[in-house]
């Protein structure tokens, strides 16, 4: 009987990624791999420990932390960290902010989120990284499918989409000018429901604020937003607070990153609700909503 070759979209995504993860670690000095504790970097440092294996990661991991993060993740992240035998290094806005780079936001609107380029330059720069292998998909957001596969960034960490290196087949340029560095997108053409496919096939551990669960909310600008020690509330929405059934679609900032009502509390009744799906996951991201460019904008100025 003939053996059967085929192989799934998902073993192909699989088997992309994992070349250009290895193509990284071929053509750069110094790479590291951005890290929040969500879902596509959970998914990238898995991928990044198939490729390697068994060696360990030849890179590190960094976490650009803002402070305002959501418990559950920073507790996942380091037994994530811990699991995998990485070595994790963190970038702090705190440390920005306390040092006088950055300055804080106040108010009910304040977000860290914007902050978080400051912290990643001089992390990236500390560290003398040449590349930084990020978790970005074309289809979470219109500026993120400009990018190319190997996404060159000036001496500034800056990146201009109007001036990119063509990308021919599987071959890809690394050359660069001494203090530019690269962002490297292994994941770029996986989508959302090719993400949590995997992820049930691999079966892939990921924190719980995926998965529904009650928890106390308030609506702000069409967003659910959780309760958090770091939100300010306005009147209006400390009086209609209430505990909701949700999950999140993305994890970031607490103070950006909105919840999807949502009781989907297994991985087939997620893929189930992905499908069904009307709205991108960053349609919960408050900080999108602050320009029609937002998220373009914070690019080009060397955001992830």
């Known amino acids: 009987m003939a053996k059967d070759y085929t192989i799934t979209h998902l073993k192909q995504l699989e088997s992309e990624a994992i070349y ?19 879902k596509d970097s959970i998914v990238m440092a898995y991928l990044a420990k198939k490729a390697f294996w068994p060696a360990k990661l030849p890179f590190p991991l ?21 699991e995998i035998g990485a070595e994790l290094h963190v970038a702090s806005v705190q440390k920005a902010i306390d040092e006088g780079k950055v300055v804080e936001e106040t108010g009910p609107y304040a977000s860290r989120n914007g902050l978080q380029t400051v912290a990643l330059l001089e992390g990236l720069e500390e560290g003398q990284y040449d590349a930084a292998l990020g978790g970005g998909r074309r289809d979470e957001e219109k500026a993120r499918a400009k990018e190319r596969f190997f996404s060159h960034r000036d001496a500034f960490g800056q990146w201009d989409p109007k001036n990119q290196r063509p990308e021919l087949w599987n071959i890809f340029n690394g050359r660069k000018q001494h203090g530019e560095h690269f962002r490297v997108f292994p994941l770029s053409n996986w989508t959302e429901m090719d993400i949590w496919q995997y992820i049930k096939l691999e079966n892939i551990e990921l924190p719980n604020l995926y998965f529904s669960h009650e928890r106390e909310c308030f609506v702000r600008n069409g967003v659910v937003m959780g309760i958090t020690d770091f939100m300010e509330l306005l009147p209006e ?3 209609n607070v209430k505990k909701m059934t949700v999950r999140f679609r ?8 909105g919840a999807a009502l949502s009781t989907a509390a297994t991985l087939d009744d997620i893929i189930d609700e992905v499908a069904a799906a009307r709205q991108t996951e960053r ?22």
């Open 62 to 82: 960094l976490h650009v932390d803002t402070g305002h993060n959501f418990p559950e993740t920073m507790d996942f992240r380091d037994k994530f960290v811990e």
């Open 237 to 239: 929405e400390k009086a």
């Open 20 to 38: 250009i993860l290895r193509e990284t670690a071929a053509q750069f000095e110094k790479p590291v791999l951005l890290f929040s504790g969500g």
């Open 283 to 304: 349609g919960t991201r408050a900080d999108d909503k602050r320009s029609e460019t937002a998220m373009e904008d914070r690019k080009k100025e060397g955001y992830f």
């Open 250 to 257: 993305t994890i970031g900032d607490a103070t950006c990153t």
